[in-house]
């Protein structure tokens, strides 16, 4: 079982629509969490970090599941800008792991 | 914008050769971090400088190096290349260890 898994999409949704990604993760040590998300070509931009009570930023939600071991990435009200490629990443110690990305598409 | 530089932007090696790739972090920011990207993969973590010493490593083989000077800038250096090492290379800048980080535009290397 890979450390860190997200469904690698593509999540091809409408402008308008909700969309939420799950990330799961192996290790029960991980202590800090964060969702980034990358344009085609480009760095990861860090989007949001996922604290245990949940947080919100504007249309984003994102929480954190400790038993199961999984955080989320909820998008409400797609725009077309959303499209990109959204990483989740765990850290254990000092040794950060990311997964491989899911690719979501917003279309008119 | 990040403030993270890095150079050069892109490069092209023979296998066999070596290569140093650079990145200056963040201002105030004394943790940098570096990465190898292949197409359609998360970026893996190569390891980690804190204030000029390792502190941390990824499942990458010694010929993958590092350096932080004291401004915090660093240097990942690839003895031996090969085939496989063609990716992007991204270092990110944080404060302390395991916090938010902030990655730079980012090194595409390539190996023929």
């Known amino acids: 079982r890979k450390e860190v898994e997200q469904d690698p999409g593509p999540f091809n949704v409408p402008e308008g629509a909700t969309v939420a990604f799950n990330c799961t993760y192996s290790n029960s040590a991980s202590q800090s969490f964060f969702w980034y998300r990358q344009d085609c070509r480009k760095e990861p931009k860090l989007l949001m970090s996922v604290y245990s009570s949940g947080n919100e930023d504007g249309r984003f939600t994102a929480q954190l599941n400790r038993a199961s071991q999984y955080i989320s990435l909820l998008i409400r009200d797609s725009k077309l800008s959303d499209s990109a490629t959204y990483l989740c990443v765990v850290n254990a110690g000092y040794i950060p792991t990311f997964g491989r990305g899911t690719s979501l598409i917003v279309h008119p | 914008e990040t403030g993270v530089t890095q150079s050069p932007t892109h490069l092209i090696k023979t296998r066999g050769q070596q290569v140093t790739l650079r990145c200056s972090s963040q201002s105030g920011h004394n943790t940098v971090s570096w990465y190898q990207q292949a197409l359609g993969q998360g970026p893996q973590f190569i390891f980690q400088y804190y204030r000029e010493e390792e502190n941390g490593r990824g499942n990458f083989p010694p010929r993958f190096s590092g350096l932080q000077f004291p401004n915090y800038s660093s240097e990942l250096n690839v003895n031996a290349l090969e085939l496989d090492d063609s990716a992007l290379y991204l270092c990110?800048?944080?404060?302390?260890?395991?916090?938010?980080?902030?990655f730079g535009p980012g090194t595409r290397l390539t190996v023929t």
């Open positions: 990110a800048s944080s404060l302390e260890g395991a916090s938010e980080q902030y």
